[in-house]
């Protein structure tokens, strides 16, 4: 599998907010490997044609390097940073955000036998080796930023055959369960998103079970698997999450950023944000600023 080609097109075509003429694709280009930063993954395929990046999701470790692509299918508070990368090799990565009404689609139309059927909830990030059928796949895509008549009618296609490429790969299975509105993995990403939405709200783990049409005993097993935390730690992420963006535009007001991310007593705020960032809300402020965490 050659990546020259690839590289050449994200250099040449890389902008510093990632996004490109095609929707949903993102190309970037990191000159500098930096400390480790919180962001959320979003539902994305990640490839990385130079470098290699760590991210960090619940107690789970995930490490991708030149040729391998990581999936993300539930929008889920990771910590990454570029492992390899400099001003003579920068970090170069293709990016293509997952959309469940096309892999519906693609499912649906799919010939009987075309795929394997799926047993239980995977998990909502995975890692694999590019095949050479899905690099090219990418290479043609990223190829139609050079031809800008062709995007509209070509992208949607060579979109679709990226899908198709992941569908059935070796992680098919993380996409696949994305596109079925009745898997494990759909509920526990609607449970997610209900999360996300009332983080600063405490709430009863069986009234969200209920909300995304499962079983305590079911919510819990199939929300460990998909993000390697528990109901209660996610929220706590990700109200953390959004105190450290808070306080990068209010450093100087730490007990109302802890408040409004629902933290009723300042001590245990500063306590559990030390824990997840090292260091003290007010001193930790100054790292976020200038920084732009990217998954691809």
């Known amino acids: 599998?050659?990546?020259?080609?690839?590289?050449?097109?994200?250099?040449?075509?890389a902008r510093p907010d990632m996004t490109t003429a095609i929707d949903g694709v993102l190309v970037s280009k990191v000159g500098h490997s930096a400390p480790p930063s919180p962001a959320m993954s979003g539902t994305v395929l990640a490839l990385i044609a130079q470098g290699a990046k760590r991210i960090a999701l619940g107690d789970r470790m995930y490490e991708y390097r030149a040729g391998q692509y990581?999936?993300?299918s539930v929008d889920?508070?990771?910590?990454?940073?570029?492992?390899?990368?400099?001003?003579?090799?920068?970090?170069?990565?293709?990016?293509?955000v997952l959309h469940p009404p096309t892999v519906a689609e693609l499912l649906l139309q799919a010939a009987p036998g075309d795929l394997p059927s799926d047993s239980g909830t995977p998990s909502g990030m995975a890692v694999s080796d590019a095949s050479d059928a899905l690099v090219d796949a990418v290479i043609r895509l990223l190829r139609?930023?050079?031809?800008?008549?062709?995007?509209?009618?070509?992208?949607?296609?060579?979109?679709?055959?990226?899908?198709?490429?992941?569908?059935?790969?070796?992680q098919g299975a993380v996409v696949r369960q994305l596109g079925l509105a009745d898997s494990g993995l759909s509920h526990v990403a609607q449970a997610v998103r209900w999360i996300r939405d009332h983080y600063a709200q405490p709430f009863r783990v069986e009234d969200v079970a209920r909300l995304s049409g499962m079983s305590v005993s079911a919510f819990y097993r199939n929300?460990?698997?998909?993000?390697?935390?528990?109901?209660?730690?996610?929220?706590?992420?990700?109200r953390l999450q959004e105190a450290r963006l808070l306080l990068a535009t209010h450093p100087h007001d730490v007990t109302g950023v802890g408040r409004r991310v629902g933290y009723d007593s300042p001590s245990q705020f500063s306590r559990e944000y030390r824990r997840q960032f090292g260091a003290p809300p007010s001193q930790d402020a100054a790292r976020l600023r200038g920084s732009a965490p990217s998954l691809v």
Not at 76 to 96: N, Q, R, V, Y
Not at 147 to 162: F, Y
């Open 1 to 13: 599998m050659s990546l020259d080609e690839l590289r050449a097109l994200i250099d040449r075509h």
């Open 70 to 72: 990581l999936l993300a």
């Open 76 to 96: 889920m508070p990771i910590t990454g940073h570029f492992t390899e990368a400099s001003p003579d090799l920068p970090a170069l990565g293709f990016g293509l």
């Open 144 to 170: 139609l930023l050079d031809r800008p008549r062709d995007v509209a009618v070509l992208a949607p296609l060579l979109k679709r055959e990226i899908l198709w490429r992941l569908m059935t790969g070796e």
């Open 223 to 238: 929300f460990q698997a998909v993000t390697a935390m528990s109901p209660i730690r996610f929220q706590k992420q990700i």
